[in-house]
C-alpha cells in the first residue's frame, strides 16, 4: 500500500487569513487528484494534476505538485467559511486504483 | 445528469446481523467503487467493479462482498457485523476503471450495536 500522508491533519484559522495544507508520499505518482468533502455529503474533485512542478489555479485555491510528483500542496488565500471542509488528496500509479490520503480537516472561524 | 445515489442513506444494525447497501451511478458510468470511512483509518477502498466483474479488492475480509449488476448499479454487502464495522460507506462511479475521477454518493451511515 502506498500512503500519502497529509498535514496538519487539523486546522483552524480565522476567515482572511492565508493557510497551506500538504500531501506526502514516497511514491512516484503519475497523477494526483484533490478532492474536498462537506459533512453529509461525499468527496467532490476539486483539481488533477498530472505534470511535475505542474501548478493550477481554482479561484482562490492554488495547487502545485511537486517536481519529483511524490508530493502536493494547496495554497487557499483569503480563506472563507465556505472553504470549510475535510481536503483530500489521492494518487494513481499508471492505471491502478486512487490511493486516498489522509485528509485534513479545516474549519474557518466567520 | 443526475448523480450517485446512494439507498438508505441512515441505517442501524446489531452486531451479528448482515446488511446490504445499494449505489446508482452516474449515466453512462460503468465503474463503481465503494470505499469506507472512519474517523480513525480514513477513506479505505474497499472493491471496485466494472462491466459486472469485480477488478480491484482492499484489503478488507471476506465479510465485506459486492457485485455490479447489467445496468452498473451496485450493491455491497457485510455478514456477521461487527461494532468496528460502523462507518461512512461511500459508493463511487467513473466512466471507466482505474485512476479515473471518482464521483461519490453521500453515503450511508451504518451503526453497529
Known amino acids: 500500500t502506498q500512503l500519502l500522508e497529509q498535514s496538519p491533519q487539523f486546522l483552524s484559522i480565522q476567515e482572511g487569513e492565508n493557510l497551506t495544507v500538504y500531501c506526502n508520499s514516497s511514491?512516484?505518482?503519475?497523477?494526483l487528484q484533490w478532492y474536498r468533502q462537506e459533512p453529509g455529503e461525499g468527496p467532490v474533485l476539486l483539481v488533477t494534476v498530472v505534470t511535475g512542478g505542474e501548478v493550477k489555479k481554482l479561484k482562490r485555491l492554488t495547487f502545485q505538485f511537486g517536481d519529483a510528483r511524490k508530493d502536493s500542496s494547496l495554497h487557499i488565500t483569503a480563506a472563507q467559511p465556505g472553504d470549510t471542509g475535510l481536503y483530500l488528496c489521492?494518487?494513481?500509479?499508471?492505471?491502478?486504483?486512487?490511493?486516498f490520503g489522509t485528509g485534513t480537516r479545516l474549519t474557518i472561524i466567520p | 445528469k443526475a448523480g450517485v445515489t446512494q439507498t438508505p442513506r441512515y441505517l442501524i444494525k446489531t452486531r451479528g446481523q448482515q446488511v446490504t447497501l445499494s449505489c446508482s451511478p452516474i449515466s453512462g458510468h460503468r465503474s463503481v467503487s465503494w470505499y469506507q470511512q472512519t474517523p480513525g483509518q480514513g477513506l479505505q477502498f474497499l472493491f471496485e467493479y466494472f462491466s459486472e466483474t469485480q477488478r480491484n479488492k482492499g484489503n478488507f475480509p471476506g465479510r465485506f462482498s459486492g457485485r455490479q449488476f447489467s445496468n452498473s448499479r451496485s450493491e455491497m454487502n457485510v455478514s456477521t457485523l461487527e461494532l468496528g464495522d460502523s462507518a461512512l460507506y461511500l459508493c463511487?462511479?467513473?466512466?471507466?476503471?482505474?485512476?479515473?475521477?471518482?464521483?461519490f454518493g453521500p453515503g450511508t451511515r451504518l451503526l453497529v450495536l
Open positions: 489521492a494518487g494513481a500509479h499508471g492505471n491502478e486504483k486512487l490511493t
Open positions: 511514491s512516484v505518482f503519475s497523477s
Open positions: 463511487a462511479s467513473s466512466l471507466y476503471a482505474g485512476k479515473e475521477t471518482q464521483y
